[in-house]
C-alpha cells in the first residue's frame, strides 16, 4: 500500500477539514465515520450543540483552502455579548474593536459542506464503518460494518473521533501514555427561541446573549432561519438550581420565571424542549503522546475542552493549519517526522487553551454580571485603542489572533496581575477614564522583561 494514502477516523468537523487539506497536497485520503450519511437520514445529534462560534483561528484554516466564502453565507456575526440582568435589563460589551465579531454557525450545515467539499475533491467517505481497534506493529485496523467486521491494513492513520477517540483508547493499551479526563460539575441543555409571529429574530441577532447568574448561566447564539438556540448551563446537582431538582413543568418554570423572566417569555415550547432533550454532560481530556507508530491525534480527541472559551473546533482547525505547514515543510513521506514536529508544537498551546477554557466559565457566569467586569473591559479597550502592540486583552489575543494559544496565556497572567491592581482603586469606577494609561504599560513592560 502507498504511502501516500491517509486514513481519517471521523467524519466531524475537523476529520472533513483535515481530509481537504490532504487532497489538496495531492493525497489519496479515505474517512471512516461510525455514523450514517446526514444526507441520506435523519441522524439525532445525541444533545450535541446545534451551533458554535467560529473566530479567526478557524476563520484562517479555511482560507488557507479557499473555502472562507463558501462559508460565510452560513454565518451570522456577533459583535459583542449582550448580557441580560434579572429584571430585564441589558448591556452590551463588545468582544473587539467595533468590526470584530464572532460568527455564529450551525454545526450540521457546517460539517455537510465540509464533507461535499472533501468528497468533491476526490476524498471517499465511508459511512457507517465503526473504528474497534488498530494493531500498531503492522497498522492494520478493524472496523464494524453492516455487513460484519472488515479487517484492513493502512500506512497511515489520523484519528479525528471526537472526544470519546476509540483510536486514543487503542493508544491507552500502549505504555507510556499521559492520560486525564475532568467532567465538571455542570451539565447543558439545548433550547429554542423561535422567531416572532412576523418571522423575524425576537432579540438582537448580531449578539451572543448571555444570562449570567453566578453559578449557572443560559445562553443563546443566533440561526440563518431566525431562531436562536440556548444553552442552559447548570449544576447537575448539590445546589438550589441544578438538574436534579428540576423534576417538573412547576419547578422548570419556577426557575426560568424567577431567573430568565425575559427568555422565558420568548419559549413557548420551553416545557416540551426541556423534557425531550438530552442533559449532556462537559468533559476536558489531556493526553499524550498524540503518536503511536504512523497514528496521529488530531481535534477534540487530543484535546476535548469545555466550550466556555468557543475554541475547541476553532483549535482543532488550526491543528489541520499546523499540520500541513509541516507536511509542506517536510514532505509526503517523512510521517515520522512531520507527526512528531506537530505534537511537539501543538501540545503547551492545546494545554493552555484548555486551562483558559476552564477560567473562562466563571468569567461567563458570573463575572459579565459585575459592572467592574464592564470597567475592567473598557479600560482594556483603551489601553488597546492607545497602544495596539503592548496590550491586547486576553479574550482578543485568543479569539481575534493567531499567537500561540500558550503565549496568550502567559501575557493574559501578567495583564490580570496589573488589572487586579488598577482595579483596587476604590475610585476606579469614577476615575477608570482619567488613569495613567501609559504608566500601565510600563508596568506591563516590565513585567514581561522579569
Ligand atoms: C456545548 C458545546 C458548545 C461548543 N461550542 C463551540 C464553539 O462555539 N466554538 C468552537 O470552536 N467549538 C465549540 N465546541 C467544541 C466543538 O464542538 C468541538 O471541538 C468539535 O466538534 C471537535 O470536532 P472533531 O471533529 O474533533 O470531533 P467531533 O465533532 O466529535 O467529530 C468526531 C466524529 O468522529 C466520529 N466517530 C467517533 N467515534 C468513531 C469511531 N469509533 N469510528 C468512526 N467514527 C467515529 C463521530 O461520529 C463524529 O462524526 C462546543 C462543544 C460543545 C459540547
Known sequence: MEKNEITILGAGLIGTLMAIYLKKQGLGVTVYDKRPDKRK???????????????????????????????????????????????????????????????SISRGKFNQLLAEEAERLGAEIRFEHKFLDVNFENQEIIFETKEGKLKQTVPVIIGADGAYSALRTAMQKQIRFNYRQEYISHGYKELTIPPTAEGEFAMDPNALHIWPRGKFMLIALPNPDQSF?????????????????????????????????????????????????????????????????????????????????????NCGFEDCFVLNQLIEKYGLNSWDLVFEKFQKKRKPDTDAICQL??????????????????IRKKIEAKLHELYPKEWIPLYSMVTFSDMGYAEAYAQGKLQE??????????????????LDYLDIIDKMETAKAV
Open 41 to 103: 437520514t435523519l441522524v439525532d445529534e445525541g444533545g450535541r450543540s446545534i451551533n458554535m462560534a467560529l473566530s479567526h483561528r478557524g476563520w484562517k484554516s479555511l482560507e488557507q483552502v479557499g473555502l472562507k466564502d463558501k462559508v460565510l453565507p452560513l454565518a451570522i456575526p456577533m459583535f459583542g455579548r449582550k448580557v441580560h440582568d434579572e429584571h430585564g435589563g441589558t448591556a452590551f460589551i463588545s468582544y473587539g474593536k467595533e468590526d470584530q465579531a464572532i460568527y
Open 229 to 313: 438556540t440556548c444553552t442552559l448551563f447548570l449544576p447537575f446537582e448539590g445546589t438550589k438550581v441544578c438538574f436534579e431538582k428540576i423534576n417538573d413543568e412547576f419547578d422548570l418554570e419556577q426557575v426560568f420565571r424567577s431567573y430568565f423572566d425575559d427568555a422565558y417569555h420568548l419559549m413557548p415550547d420551553l416545557k416540551k424542549e426541556y423534557f425531550k432533550n438530552p442533559t449532556s454532560a462537559l468533559i476536558n481530556v489531556e493526553c499524550y503522546p498524540w503518536v503511536k507508530g504512523h497514528s496521529l491525534l488530531l481535534g477534540d480527541a487530543s484535546h476535548a475542552m469545555v466550550p466556555f472559551y468557543g475554541q475547541g473546533m
Open 357 to 374: 477554557a476552564m477560567e473562562n466559565f466563571i468569567e461567563m457566569r458570573d463575572s459579565v454580571a459585575d459592572p467592574k467586569f464592564i
Open 417 to 434: 496581575a496589573i488589572m487586579d491592581k488598577v482595579m483596587a482603586d476604590p475610585l476606579i469606577t469614577e476615575n477608570w477614564d482619567k
